[in-house]
T-cell receptor, first 120, second 112 residues
Framework: EAGVAQSPRYKIIEKRQSVAFWCNPISGHATLYWYQQILGQGPKLLIQFQNNGVVDDSQLPKDRFSAERLKGVDSTLKIQPAKLEDSAVYLC??????????????????FGEGSWLTVV | SQKIEQNSEALNIQEGKTATLTCNYTNYSPAYLQWYRQDPGRGPVFLLLIRENEKEKRKERLKVTFDTTLKQSLFHITASQPADSATYLCALGGNYGQNFVFGPGTRLSVLP
């Protein structure tokens, strides 16, 4: 089974420029996540999609970050304009979700290798 | 606000010993807790999940405990090997698919 695919793997841009990251989740996974991981810290959720609808984007800096999930499959995360503090690894992840109302059993989240962003 | 702490930033142990990593949390009532392994330059990889009504879970050389009274999970690697060297992340989940939060991670080094 193919894993979560991300590109580009590495990107260096100047501040105030824009960048876009692409993610293809595991086939059949309805839930897609974008995480930001700063060096030495744990991943922080930026946005979560369920199919092509947004479930949680409370920590997404909406003045500069945007994300979309076309047709409930691939997703793109964009940063415009970039700031120095945006230097981080951007991790895409997916999980298989079923309609289990009230369930608190948890899903395994599968991560991609990440896209490393350096803003200079 | 929710807070997750993992014992120390880095832990060094001798090969063959048992590594014990700690995950403590406050202002959170997780329904389940997960442990992930992350190697340098790679994404996290799922290891174990333990639910709020479970005290202990085992998988090969791995053992996880979950004490909701102490608000703590312990992650044990027995007979540790240099290949176990990595960063280990705990993550808490509340209701299904929501409020999933990662801790800062502990970098484990197993010395030969």
């Amino acid at each position: 089974e193919a894993g979560v695919a991300q590109s580009p793997r590495y990107k260096i841009i100047e501040k105030r420029q824009s960048v876009a990251f692409w993610c293809n989740p595991i086939s059949g996974h309805a839930t897609l996540y974008w995480y930001q991981q700063i060096l030495g810290q744990g991943p922080k959720l930026l946005i979560q999609f369920q199919n092509n609808g947004v479930v949680d984007d409370s920590q997404l800096p909406k003045d500069r970050f945007s994300a979309e999930r076309l047709k409930g499959v691939d997703s793109t995360l964009k940063i415009q304009p970039a700031k120095l503090e945006d230097s981080a690894v951007y991790l895409c992840a997916s999980s298989f979700s079923r309609d289990r109302r009230g369930s608190r059993s948890g899903n395994t989240i599968y991560f991609g290798e990440g896209s490393w962003l350096t803003v200079v | 606000s929710q807070k997750i702490e993992q014992n120390s930033e880095a832990l060094n142990i001798q090969e063959g010993k048992t590594a014990t990593l700690t995950c403590n949390y406050t202002n959170y009532s997780p329904a389940y807790l997960q442990w992930y392994r992350q190697d340098p330059g790679r994404g996290p990889v799922f290891l174990l999940l333990i639910r709020e009504n479970e005290k202990e879970k085992r998988k090969e050389r791995l053992k996880v405990t979950f004490d909701t009274t102490l608000k703590q999970s312990l992650f044990h690697i027995t007979a540790s090997q240099p290949a176990d060297s990595a960063t280990y992340l705990c993550a808490l989940g509340g209701n299904y698919g929501q409020n999933f939060v990662f801790g800062p991670g502990t970098r484990l080094s197993v010395l030969p």
